[in-house]
């Protein structure tokens, strides 16, 4: 990872909402990132089972860093999730988006949950409008 790729992955983590869910950004690298989040009693529902919205909140996370991980600002347009497979607490989740599509204004990536043994879990695609802003100001 170079300079800038460290400085863009240390910008991502400073997220507020990824540290109070307990994600964690793996791995970040040009159109691609990896997040992974241990279930607590934080994420799941009445039912006992994970939450829908702790699932998503890890599968965007991962889109969001995949998405801007080129140094420019990204914004999510539309996310789209499909939930295959419940989980409980303790399982850990893992969340890897990659780029499928990049174009000056706009990028596409699919995003895959799994869980420790590889079943997957949850799979979702996003679209993102590219700003023309940087991410990080020169000379930072």
Known sequence: MDVVDEKIAEKIKEDAFSRLMGIKLIEIKPGYARTAMKIGKHA???NGVTHGGAIFALADIAFGA??????????ALNVNISFLKATQIGTTLVATAEEISLTSR????????????NNLIAVAEGIVYRKKDLLLVPGT
């Open 44 to 46: 799941v529902n009445f």
């Open 66 to 75: 995949a998405s801007n991980s080129r140094g420019q600002v990204a914004l």
């Open 106 to 117: 706009t990028a596409l990536y699919r995003i895959n949950v799994l869980d420790g043994e």
